[in-house]
């Protein structure tokens, strides 16, 4: 099943703002952020340089007519909310990423030799950034959620999704209430601006620690249900296919890995016989990062990284190294981490049919020239 989707044919493309080349690698309709724009910006990602991943592409949300629709047998009290209904709920704020799935995954066929289907991501799908909103458990609450509702859907309101010819509907991914009542967030603000159109305006949900597909964007309809609910979402994507998981696949992605990138260009030119400042940030859906080291020497040798903020445990930290190349020509950098579960990165990932969760540690290419 392609990730890239056909352009929609009533948008001339399918992202609204500005994809200045020096930020952006675009694929299709979505565009990954380039890692050297990172370096000696804070900890969030602002809205002009971060990663958009769209199915098709970023609607023109009219405020006056959007609703939240609230329905299903889940619960007691459905309704439709305005947005001036959600901005009146008590507000909160959540700093924390938003990652693909399939972020890292061109790393399966340049670094593993088995390259997976779908968007060539490299480590730019991801961007951290400061969300507020509502939770959704005070939105669920308002509609009278049941004690046996199961399973939360939102529903995008971008264009049909269609694949191989298939019209999959709208983008929707069921939540497990146990997770929609947690650190779920309806969010309206991104970096203290109204949401921009291509990260979901007018709302959007924020599913810290998760695979972005959670996190869905321009959502306008939430169904609350007393049975189990799928979609394409979480049956036939965003699942472990391939040797190794069962025929029908793994359960549905939930938790993502860890990683660790650096600030430089892919490719990157360095000159010889001069000390320089790496920079990175490493983070995972699962804790804290705790440790970072770099290598070199394709991993013969570590040391570590002074990392430089802790603390966010559901966004990432920044780190730094000093390297003193000594021979021009090329050469290999190398930064894995750990968290406070104790999860790291492996020298390989193995493979799956959709080149989800890459969390191998990525071998980054430097040229250094006298
Ligand atoms: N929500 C809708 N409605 N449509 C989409 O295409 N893409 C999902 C998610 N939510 C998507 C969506 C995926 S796969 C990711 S990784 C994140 O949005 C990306 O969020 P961003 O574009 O704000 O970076």
Sequence with gaps: MGDIPPLAQSTPFPIIKPLPPDLFAVHGASAEMRWEAMRGQGHLVPND????????????????TWRLRLH???????????????????????????ECAGNGRSFFGTQQGRPAAGTPWRLGGIGVARWRGVRLSAVLALAGLRGDAVDVLPSGLDPEYVDGGVNLGHVRRPLPVAKAL????????MNGEPLPPDHGFPVRVVVPGWTGIASVKWVGDIEVSTTPLSSPWSTGMYRMFGPGSPPGGGPPLTTQVVKSAFELPWEAVLP??????????????????TRVEVSDDRGASWRPARVRDTGHS???????????????????????????????????????????????IVEHPVTVVS
């Design 314 to 360: 559901a966004a990432w930290v920044l780190w730094d190294a000093e390297w003193t190349p000594a021979r021009p020509g090329p050469h290999t950098l190398m930064a894995r981490a750990t968290d406070e579960t104790g999860a790291g990165q492996p020298l390989r990932t193995a493979y799956n049919t959709m080149g989800y969760l890459f969390d191998a």
């Design 182 to 189: 947690g650190d779920v967030l309806l969010a309206y603000e």
């Design 49 to 64: 340089r971060f990663f958009v991943r769209n199915h098709t592409a970023t609607p023109l949300i009219d405020l006056t």
């Design 272 to 289: 010889a016989g001069r000390a320089h400042l790496l920079s990175g940030r490493s983070w995972s859906g699962t804790g804290r990062v």
């Design 72 to 98: 299903g047998s889940g619960l007691r009290s459905p309704r439709d909310l305005t947005y001036a209904d959600l901005l009146a709920l008590p507000a909160t704020t959540v700093d924390c990423a938003i």
